[in-house]
């Protein structure tokens, strides 16, 4: 799994808890408070939270630093740091995912938030089933259009023609280790790839039929950059080379 | 332009609702963009043909039952025969797009679905291809009053059609939607139920169709795409098609075709039963009712496979009391981008809840296997588990969509919360179903769910609801005996 040296720049509590919230966060002094405060609200209290700063050039590290000695909590691991350069989300979230010592992992970006009973759901859902590899649920857009992520099951005939799952997720951590986490692909959709390696390794998501957190939709959103129309042609060439099965359109 | 007769803006806009769309002058949108691309400015100069007077269309006008004659008369203060009236109508339509042959048709709702359509008079056109070409000509707003108003037409029941002693042929598509199958099993097992030979076929070729009464259920399939393509006039003459579909649809309008070609008609909304009686056509409801051992007596049954496998589902537990019920809120409905916008509008509510959201995308035809499907029965399952069930319509209909909100929800002593429908009488809001709007159903889910008032309010409706079935049931086992 490719990774990056990091620094520590703040640390409390364990990170063993049986959930690690990983956050990549790269230039959102705006929102990262507001995406903590909706981990800090969470109904499960068995989580630790893992940000990993991918060299912000705005207040972003100071931000979630203060925000940490500020909330610090006995119960709430938190783990800050820093990447020494910058690397991009994919190999921030590895980072994260390496640093954790947990049985799950949620992937959450540092725009986005979390319902308070999120976390307590996906556990729910992945207790249940051992055989299940991740979950995910369904996702509500908000700010410009409102819309729903994530409505469909787990399987190609979804999948083959587009990803309608987003990155914002609960995984085992051994499956992510077994995949060697995410891969890093100009423009993106390293979400996808994520997925469809785990639909060609014959792994399940389960599907949570429930909202339980929500996307920002801004021109800016982490998986979302320079997917231009150009790009997004490029991206489509590199897609289907990586996955033959793909059909996209 | 216009003083030189050269260039008529009224024309040009109502020709290429494109330019009108983009909000660009068109008389600026003909001389910049139109006269090259070879549009037709109207004027003297125009190419396109006139609007022609089709007077011999006036007898399939009238018999579409679409030309109102005593509406139009007071409408637009004329008067004469019903043809001298459809004749007033064709020739005043010419000048005035507006005009309104009735109540339902809008000739200026056609022409702008169709715009390929705007050499022919709409109604005309409507009435000689669109209506078998499947093209969609009313709006639902609009059909929803016209049903509504049609409270003083009589319903029929499926006796009223059958001869006594005759044999029944029930026919749908075999490879048409399969919940489209299970209203053809059920109306075979109704009629056996009344003590009626019935045979439940997918195809009536080579069969003695003589003395045999024939239902077709779902025309726009069986008779569209499936062997119905082929059945002999005089039959076609005396079927009972049992419509399915909404009227703003297109698949309505192929529906109508055949419909009015027998005049004798079932269907499953009573309210749209009444609208078909309004055109003219015989017309009756059968209510879609769990009979004990049929295909909508869902009972209790293990969850299947294709529920549980790639999704979360809750241990299933089946309590006594409504308010003990593992799942707060059932949705179930394909999802299009009101729906998707409607339910994250509600995100912040339902996350507080346990919920259960069957919203699939559906990009293509949807099969019975589909992993992204979940059949009746395990939707009754979940049902049986949920205290309310969430409704959104699809569009702006309020069509009371009796399967969804009955059978999967009333008949599951799910109480059904949902936007206003159009009241059909039978089942009645705030008392078997509650009502909210959109804007008030976030304070409704959390006033039902979260207060000890609203809980007791769910336990009403939910009680209401099962003597409703008995009610229902019974009167169904009296029609059958």
Redesign the interface.
């Known amino acids: 799994m490719i990774t990056q040296q990091t620094e520590t720049v703040y640390q409390s509590g364990s990170v063993a808890n049986r959930v690690s919230i990983v956050i990549a966060l790269y230039n959102y002094e705006r929102h990262i408070a507001e995406t903590l405060d909706s981990v800090a609200r969470q109904t499960s209290r068995d989580v630790s939270i893992i940000v990993v700063d991918d060299r912000s050039t705005d207040n972003s590290l100071d931000t979630a630093a203060a925000w940490m000695r500020h909330n610090r909590h006995p119960q709430l691991g938190m783990l800050l740091l820093s990447h020494r350069e910058n690397a991009g989300a994919s190999i921030a979230r590895n980072t994260g995912i390496a640093a954790a010592r947990s049985e799950f992992c949620f992937i959450l970006d540092a725009d986005n938030l979390l319902?308070?009973?999120?976390i307590e759901?996906h556990l729910?859902?992945l207790d249940?089933?051992s055989d299940a590899a991740a979950?995910y649920s369904?996702i509500?857009?908000?700010e410009g259009?409102?819309?729903?992520f994530g409505?469909?099951?787990?399987?190609e005939?979804?999948l083959i023609?587009g990803n309608?799952i987003d990155i914002m997720a609960m995984y085992r951590r051994s499956a992510l280790l077994g995949l060697n986490g995410f891969e890093k692909i100009k423009y993106g959709w390293e979400d996808y790839d994520l997925w469809l390696r785990l639909l060609e390794s014959n792994a399940?998501?389960?599907?949570?039929?429930?909202?339980?957190a929500?996307y920002r939709h801004h021109h800016s959103s982490i998986t979302r950059t320079e997917q231009n129309s150009t790009n997004v042609l490029d991206l489509h060439k590199e897609m289907s080379r990586r996955h033959p099965q793909l059909r996209l359109h | 332009m216009e003083r030189a007769g050269i260039f008529n803006a009224s024309d040009y806009l109502f020709r290429y609702p494109d330019v009108g769309a983009a909000r660009l002058s068109p008389v600026y949108h003909y001389l910049a963009h139109g006269m090259h691309e070879g549009r037709d400015g109207g004027g003297y100069g125009s190419v396109a043909p006139r609007v022609e007077l089709d007077l011999d269309a006036i007898p399939a006008i009238l018999a579409s039952g679409l030309f109102d004659a005593r509406w139009y008369a007071a409408q637009y203060g004329v008067v004469g025969t019903d043809a001298q009236l459809v004749e007033d109508f064709l020739k005043s339509s010419a000048q005035d797009a507006l005009r309104q042959p009735g109540p339902l048709f809008s000739c200026a709702f056609y022409s702008l679905e169709h715009p390929d359509t705007r050499i022919t008079n709409p109604l005309v056109h409507y009435v000689r291809y669109g209506m078998r070409e499947g093209r969609r000509a009313f709006q639902s707003t609009v059909a929803d009053v016209f049903m509504t108003q049609a409270h003083d037409q009589p319903i029929h029941t499926f006796r009223d059609f059958l001869q006594p002693g005759w044999p029944v042929v029930v026919l749908y598509w075999k490879d048409g939607n399969f919940f489209f199958t299970d209203i053809a099993k059920y109306v075979a097992e109704t009629l056996s139920g009344a003590g009626f030979e019935v045979q439940l076929l997918d195809d009536h070729r080579g069969l003695d169709l003589d003395r045999t009464e024939v239902i077709v259920v779902a025309p726009h399939e069986y008779c569209v795409h499936g062997p119905g393509t082929e059945l002999a006039p005089a039959i076609a003459a005396r079927v009972v098609h049992m419509n399915l579909e909404q009227w703003h649809t297109s698949w309505f309008s192929l529906s109508l075709d055949k419909m009015l070609t027998s005049r004798r008609a079932l269907d499953i909304n009573p309210l749209s039963a009444r609208g078909l009686a309004r055109l003219g056509i015989k017309a009756g409801f059968l209510p879609l009712l769990p009979r004990t051992g049929g295909v909508f007596d869902f009972g209790r049954q293990p969850p299947s496979k294709q529920l549980t496998?790639?999704?979360?589902v809750k241990p299933l537990t089946y309590p006594r009391k409504v308010l003990k019920r593992p799942y707060d809120i059932l949705f179930v409905g394909y999802?299009n981008k009101r729906r998707?916008?409607s339910?994250?509008?509600?995100?912040?509510v339902?996350?507080?809840y346990?919920?259960?959201?069957?919203?699939?995308?559906f990009?293509g035809p949807i099969t019975p296997d589909?992993?992204?499907m979940i059949g009746s029965q395990d939707l009754a399952q979940i049902a049986q588990n949920a205290k309310l069930l969430l409704n959104i319509h699809q569009g702006e209909s309020h069509y009371f969509e009796w399967h969804r909100l009955v059978v999967s929800g009333i008949a599951q002593g799910c109480v059904p919360l949902t936007e206003p429908c159009a009241n059909i009488g039978i089942v009645e809001p705030g008392k078997h179903y509650i009502e909210a709007t959109l804007d008030e159903m976030p304070a409704r889910i959390a006033w039902l769910l979260g207060t000890a008032q609203g809980l007791r309010e769910i336990e009403r409706i939910h009680e209401n609801g099962r003597k409703l079935m008995a009610k229902l049931n019974k009167q169904m086992a009296r029609h059958l005996s």
């Open positions: 319902y308070p009973r999120c759901k729910a859902a249940t089933r979950a369904l509500e857009v908000f259009d409102r819309e729903l409505a469909g099951v787990f399987a005939e979804g023609h309608f399940i998501a389960l599907h949570i039929p429930e909202i339980t929500r | 496998e790639l999704r979360a999802l998707a916008r339910l994250a509008e509600l995100g912040h339902l996350s507080d346990d919920c259960f959201l069957h919203a699939p995308r990009t589909s992993p992204n």
